[in-house]
């Protein structure tokens, strides 16, 4: 089994910027991919980001240019850097792993508790 424990969300102003926070722990040797996903009231769950373990990345298209997400596997960590954030972006966030791949469509094999993000006008 793998734990995903969430941190970093908040209550900010358009504009600004949150880093979300993912430990992992237990069976990190199974885990390929890991990313964050957010779900706003009344939409669909959405795959924000993604890394694998070679350091591949994949944005969602209403993020490009916004959020950055990155590793840290010393610590086995992964973070979102959000960055000109907009109400739109107004979500609770997940982190997420998988032995495999993330998608949108699909829950991954772990999933964490997460972490609200509002984003004020």
């Known amino acids: 089994q793998v734990q995903l424990v969430e941190s970093g969300g908040g209550l900010v102003q358009a504009g600004g910027s949150l880093r979300l926070s993912c430990v992992a722990s237990g069976s990190i040797f199974r885990v390929n991919a890991m990313g964050w996903y957010r779900q706003a009231p009344g939409k669909q769950r959405e795959l924000v980001a993604a890394?694998?373990?070679?350091?591949?990345?994949n944005y969602a298209d209403s993020v490009k240019g916004r959020f950055t997400i990155s590793r840290d596997n010393a610590k086995n960590t992964v973070y979102l850097q959000m960055d000109s954030l907009k109400p739109e972006d107004t979500a609770d966030y997940h982190c997420?792993?998988?032995?495999?791949?993330?998608?949108?469509?699909?829950?991954?094999?772990?999933w964490g508790q997460g972490t609200q993000v509002s984003v004020s006008a």
């Open positions: 997420g792993a998988d032995k495999y791949s993330l998608a949108s469509g699909r829950l991954p094999d772990y």
């Open positions: 890394i694998t373990s070679d350091g591949s990345t």
